[in-house]
T-cell receptor
């Protein structure tokens, strides 16, 4: 059973507009959430994270929102740029999980010029 | 600061053989985790090491093993390779004991023929 779900396999956005990537989770023990970006043939690159004690974290063009009651988080990219085109993974961890990040299956974002 | 280094980048092995993959974490990082990425299953946690001790293990058969050395470098070994072991193997290192902000290497692409 998937504990972290990214229900949209792909997303296409125009350059300059907002990209919103969504992630749902089922395990209420998760207390830390991360977003990674991955280009083909490369390892995931850490983007931004959020602790469950917060509902928003912002870093430049990237903002992550956490809705604990809905067990939902989203990554907003504003403005989107062609270089943002990649696969985005949502990941979660629970206390004491010791290195075990649970990943969603990813959403492929395409930003069109 | 050098990132996570994985060697080799690509590997082709024959079914039944064994393979050893290497990971050098970011300097000062003591936690090293290993993940397997396949198109069907996404990123799945293999195991995590901290100070030469395996602290957590994912749901993989005993053919998958690992170790960590005193300099935090880690190796993973897969014995009796099967076709289904073909995957991208990713290593991640982190500074703290919690799996926050894990930084990934570029991965080793293993092909079993």
């Amino acid at each position: 059973d998937q504990q972290v779900k990214q229900n949209s396999p792909s997303l296409s956005v125009q350059e300059g507009r907002i990209s919103i990537l969504n992630c749902d989770y089922t395990n209420s023990m998760f207390d830390y959430f991360l977003w990674y970006k991955k280009y083909p043939a490369e390892g995931p690159t850490f983007l931004i994270s959020i602790s469950s004690i917060k509902d928003k974290n912002e870093d430049g063009r990237f903002t992550v929102f956490l809705n604990k009651s809905a067990k939902h988080l989203s990554l907003h990219i504003v403005p989107s740029q062609p270089g943002d085109s990649a696969v985005y993974f949502c990941a979660a961890s629970a206390p004491g999980s010791q290195g075990n990040l649970i990943f969603g299956k990813g959403t492929k974002l395409s930003v069109k010029p | 600061k050098a990132g996570v280094t994985q060697t080799p980048r690509y590997l082709i092995k024959t079914r039944g053989q064994q393979v050893t993959l290497s990971c050098s974490p970011i300097s000062g990082h003591r936690s090293v985790s290993w993940y397997q990425q396949t198109p069907g299953q996404g990123l799945q946690f293999l195991f995590e090491y901290f100070s030469e001790t395996q602290r957590n293990k994912g749901n993989f058969p005993g053919r998958f093993s690992g170790r960590q050395f005193s300099n935090s470098r880690s190796e993973m070994n897969v014995s009796t390779l099967e076709l289904g072991d073909s995957a991208l193997y990713l290593c991640a290192s982190s500074l703290t004991v919690d799996p926050t902000e894990a930084f990934f290497g570029q991965g080793t692409r293993l092909t079993v023929v």
